[in-house]
């Protein structure tokens, strides 16, 4: 894979001039957000610094294994006084959530590191590479640039977002390059099979239950399957929306090429906001959508918050996924 060294390069000097180091991945974080946060930590750790690990919102359960996720602070504890800015695995910059502060951190050098195709190079220093699979992909060639060996609490942490971003090594984008950083980070004490029992194979009672009650309201149509996850729905089971991860699972039905989940929630100032989780086949692109309606993600797997009512934001989005299907299959690249 060719890497773009050039920004690389300018990232990890930014790091070696900076002592002070607030490091910050996305809202709504996954393995990959707290498996490259807590890695950079451990990276700057190792090189002598001082990192301060923030996210908007906390870490969670599933991932509060990994070395380090007790030291991650939310945006209350944020102060004002760094060197520097490193923001991980976001693709804009309302993606910190209120870690980061316009008032008080926009005079703050920032470097961005992210694999997002849609990411809107909002550091002052921007290094993003599509072509890697996960931020913790990254990570570990800003390891090798940094001369930090790859063992430890480090190579479980970018283990841990290698294997989730992936879905254990299976989405489109799971290249010999992927595959190569995660057999060194093995080769580095990670433990492949530890981290994919504590992470993909492992849900509440609460998520099969909800499974449960929104799967037989199931729909498929030119090529799209989707399901709704009601306000009501969710509090019949204890469930929180990040719960519902069901969109992967339907993204395996023979007869779709494309899945979306639509989950009913109230945003902070108590708003009606559904979350749409998109997949797609390998040869499909559901970032095109996605970023269409202000959110973000790769190609196979995508998303975005949208205002508004469950009913009416599904049939809007999922018109819009027929669309995108039908002119994908019209480009002819599929069967
Ligand atoms: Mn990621």
Redesign the pocket.
């Known amino acids: 894979m060719k890497l773009d060294t050039e920004n690389l390069k300018r990232v990890a000097s930014a790091i070696e001039g900076a002592d002070n180091i607030l490091c910050v991945s996305h809202v709504a974080p996954?393995g990959?957000?707290i498996g490259?946060l807590l890695g950079a930590g451990w990276i700057l750790r190792s090189l002598g610094k001082t990192p301060t690990l923030a996210l908007h919102d906390p870490v969670p359960e599933g991932l509060r294994f990994l070395p380090g996720a007790g030291q991650v602070i939310g945006p209350q504890d944020v102060g004002a006084d760094y060197d520097l800015i490193l923001c991980l695995?976001a693709s804009s910059p309302d993606r910190m959530g209120k870690v980061y502060r316009e008032a008080d951190h926009a005079h703050i050098p920032l470097a961005v590191v992210d694999?997002?195709v849609t990411n809107t190079l909002f550091g002052t220093a921007n290094w993003v590479e599509p072509g890697c699979a996960?931020?913790?992909q990254m990570l570990v060639y800003l390891a090798d640039a940094l001369a930090v060996p790859l063992t430890g609490p480090l190579a479980e942490c970018l283990l841990t977002?290698t294997v989730t971003?992936t879905l254990g090594f299976r989405t489109s984008n799971t290249s010999a390059d992927v595959m190569e950083a995660a057999m060194r980070l093995m080769r580095g004490g990670a433990s492949l099979p530890e981290i994919t029992a504590q992470t993909l194979n492992r849900r509440p009672v609460r998520e099969l239950k909800l499974w449960g009650l929104v799967l037989p309201n199931m729909q498929l149509s030119d090529g799209v399957i989707w399901v709704t996850a009601s306000r009501a729905q969710l509090a019949a089971v204890g469930a929180e929306p990040a719960d519902l991860r069901l969109a992967s699972i339907l993204v395996s039905a023979v007869e779709a090429n494309i899945s979306a989940t639509f989950i009913e929630r109230l945003d902070e100032d108590g708003e009606q906001v559904v979350e749409c989780s998109f997949r797609a086949k390998p040869g499909f692109d559901v970032s095109g959508v996605a970023f269409e309606l202000g959110g973000g993600g790769h190609p196979p797997a995508s998303g975005c918050t949208l205002p508004g009512e469950l009913e009416e934001v599904t049939s809007m989005v999922v018109a819009k996924l027929k669309a995108a299907h039908a002119a994908q299959v019209a480009a002819g690249k599929h069967p």
């Open positions: 996954d990959d957000a490259s695995d694999h997002h996960a931020a913790c977002g971003d």
